[in-house]
């Protein structure tokens, strides 16, 4: 998240005593969900403390995830919560931090990845073709039915091809997508 609007360092955000949020690169005041929207956004800020200029971007970020929790938008399963309570303190505590936001980094290039792939897996796959005659098949029914139609059309206009090839091709076409699946 280090996307800014001129590039020239993170919105800073003041939080006064009366609890308000005063965004330095709008003048305006905000609301928690403004800052949840620009974090969404991929919007770099920094919150501070209006009077002591310390940076308490940490603890907002945390109240926008209980507010947010609070709503009924659950994300964090209790055990897991539990787990990250129980770390706290424990000798292990300085390497969480790293080994969350790593984490996260992964699961975040994994989903860009999986839906690119889910995208183009049908794009141009027999799975499409197939789409496409069945689409042809419907219409030339729904054209035998209407009146004045001519009737239903013969055989011969039917596609040449055998009910054993388009098995053996929806099989080759269902290994290939399995092998993709699979590499992914």
């Not at 938008?73 to 300085?94: K, T």
Request: hydrophobic share 40%; proline share 4%; aromatic share 8%.
């Amino acid at each position: 998240m280090k996307k800014t609007a001129t590039g020239t360092g993170p919105v800073i955000i003041k939080k006064y005593a009366n609890r308000r949020l005063y965004n330095t690169e709008s003048s305006s005041y905000i609301t928690l969900e403004h800052l949840a929207a620009m974090t969404r956004e991929g919007r770099d800020f920094k919150v501070v403390d209006a009077k002591s200029e310390e940076d308490i971007t940490h603890t907002v970020l945390t109240q926008i995830i209980m507010e947010e929790e609070a709503r009924g938008s659950s994300m964090l399963p209790v055990n897991f919560l539990r787990q990250l309570i129980a770390l706290y303190g424990d000798s292990m505590q300085a390497m969480v931090p790293g080994y969350l936001e790593a984490s996260m980094e992964s699961f975040r290039r994994n989903q860009e990845q999986f839906k690119s792939a889910v995208e183009g897996a049908f794009a141009n796959s027999p799975f499409a073709e197939i789409a496409k005659r069945n689409m042809a098949m419907f219409e030339a029914a729904a054209q035998a039915f209407k009146p004045g139609a001519k009737g239903v059309p013969d055989a011969a206009a039917a596609p040449a091809t055998s009910k054993d090839d388009e098995i053996a091709a929806l099989k080759a076409e269902l290994a290939r997508l399995q092998d993709k699946v699979a590499k992914l």
